[in-house]
């Protein structure tokens, strides 16, 4: 069993930067890849980018160029840099684990909400 604990989340204006954390805890050696997901009301959650335990990352097409994930591996942590915000970009924002053996997360933390917003 994986814990995931997000912060960082809040209320930026357009063309803001926000820093979106991910710490895990418990089984992380169990972790194959760790990603950010967001959701909106009455949509579904989507993959906004996602990196692996060698460091392979991808993103979001409406993302690249803007968000940039990255780990420290000594902190068990994630985080998602997120640059020139846009109001499409709110959302609430989850971290995700996927596990070996999986190839969809079903670790979840508990959301971060980010609002774009003058």
């Known amino acids: 069993q994986v814990q995931l604990v997000e912060s960082g989340g809040g209320l930026v204006q357009p063309g803001g930067s926000l820093r979106l954390s991910c710490a895990a805890s418990?089984?992380?050696?169990?972790?194959?890849?760790m990603g950010w997901y967001r959701q909106t009301p009455g949509k579904e959650r989507e993959l906004v980018a996602w990196?692996?335990?060698?460091?392979?990352?991808s993103y979001k097409d409406s993302v690249t160029g803007r968000f940039t994930i990255s780990r420290d591996s000594a902190k068990s942590t994630v985080y998602l840099q997120m640059n020139n915000l846009k109001p499409d970009d709110t959302a609430v924002y989850y971290c995700?684990?996927?596990?070996?053996?999986?190839?969809?997360?079903?670790?979840w933390g508990q959301g971060t909400q980010v609002t774009v917003s003058s």
């Open positions: 418990g089984s992380i050696s169990s972790i194959n890849i």
């Open positions: 990196i692996s335990r060698d460091g392979s990352s």
């Open positions: 995700g684990a996927i596990l070996y053996g999986y190839g969809f997360a079903n670790q």
